[in-house]
C-alpha cells in the first residue's frame, strides 16, 4: 500500500488550500482513510477521516466547518479541502488509512503517507 499526499504549502490567516493523497497498493473498500497533522513539539493529532465506502465522515472540534474530506473512488484518491485557515493550523499533515477501528485514534492506521508541509502566516 502507498498513500501519496500533496498540496500542502504557505499560505496567508483566512486563505485555503486543498491537500491530496493518491492511494494505490490494494482495493480501499471497506476502508477508513485519515488525515492527521502534527506541529513542531507537539503529538499527531487526528484532523478528520472519511469512510472510503459509505462516505461518512469525521472531523475534530477545531477544524469543523471549516475543513472538509472527501473521496474520488475512481482515482482512489482522498482530498482536504482547508478554507479559513488559521495560524495553529500549521503543521505538517499525514494521510492514513485503515480497514477499521476508531476513524480519530492513531493508533488504528496501519498504513501511512509522507508528510505535506502547510504554513499558515502573514
Known amino acids: 500500500v502507498q498513500l501519496q499526499a500533496s498540496g500542502g504549502g504557505e499560505v496567508q490567516p483566512g486563505g485555503s488550500l486543498r491537500l491530496s493523497c493518491a492511494a494505490s497498493?490494494?482495493?480501499?473498500?471497506?476502508?477508513?482513510m485519515g488525515w492527521f497533522r502534527q506541529a513542531p513539539g507537539k503529538e499527531r493529532e487526528f484532523v478528520a477521516a472519511?469512510?472510503?465506502?459509505?462516505?461518512?465522515?469525521y472531523y475534530v472540534d477545531s477544524v469543523r466547518g471549516r475543513f472538509t474530506i472527501s473521496r474520488d473512488n475512481a482515482k482512489t484518491t482522498v482530498y482536504l479541502q482547508m478554507n479559513s485557515l488559521k495560524p495553529e493550523d500549521t503543521a505538517v499533515y499525514y494521510c492514513?488509512?485503515?480497514?477499521?477501528?476508531?476513524?480519530?485514534?492513531?493508533?488504528?492506521?496501519?498504513?501511512w503517507g509522507q508528510g505535506t508541509q502547510v504554513t499558515v502566516s502573514s
Open positions: 492514513a488509512a485503515t480497514p477499521g477501528g476508531n476513524p480519530s485514534a492513531r493508533y488504528s492506521y496501519r498504513y
Open positions: 497498493g490494494r482495493t480501499f473498500s471497506g476502508y477508513v
Open positions: 472519511i469512510t472510503w465506502s459509505a462516505g461518512s465522515t
